[in-house]
């Protein structure tokens, strides 16, 4: 039986993944492990026994961004209809990217580390079910996808990093204007069909964030 980390060992790499997500919010994803260790006053050596590589600290982070993500949607209560809990996802994976500034430095850079690494396909089967129940209840038009969802939180959250509570609140009153065009009783025409499917839009939503060759070069990179 693989022996258990140390306790203090497993709180030692929960502090580097917080601080690097920090360090990312503030500066691109060429944070090296060293300069990580540094920042934060922890031993370089205890840094690179947790993330040999920097491959490695990336994935790292990129898990805990999709665990908190997992964790947004398991926050949405049971109770209630369907279209709440649809509401309330939106609302909570909308602030869970605003709060996480470095979320898309990370995510641009795990494309570049693997972009065959999909770990948060595991949570579209509860976002499909979620919709699929809302559908049958007659409260969201058909047609609607996760990816629409996710999306939508990716682009209401992308206006401010971590919103003051007048942010927060000028977030919602967008979010309630993109649900009333989900409402099942606003459908006045057909969605288009959904132009990707789960793959092509993994690609999409982190390929998409990547600098162009010319922003690159305008940089001297």
Partial sequence: MPRQPRRD??????????????????????????????????????????????????????????????????????????????????????????????????????YDVDPDYRPAGALTGAVEHLIAAAVAEGSMRPGIRGGDLTLTAFALSGVVGRPTEPEREMLSRQLSFVLEGMRAENAARPLPEAAMDEVEFHVFVHRSMAPTRLDSDARGT
């Fill in 9 to 110: 060992a497993v709180a030692n790499r929960e502090r580097l993944i917080d601080a690097a997500f920090e360090l990312l919010a503030e500066r691109d994803a060429d944070l090296t492990v060293r300069e990580l260790a540094l920042a934060t006053g922890h031993g370089i050596g205890t840094a690179y026994r947790h993330f040999p590589t920097h491959d490695d600290l990336i994935r790292a982070l990129y898990d805990r961004a999709v665990a908190r993500m997992g964790q947004s949607i398991a926050s949405v209560p049971e109770g209630g209809s369907a279209w709440d809990r649809i509401a309330g996802l939106l609302e909570s994976i909308t602030f869970t990217f605003a709060d996480f500034p470095a979320l898309r430095t990370v995510m641009r850079r795990m």
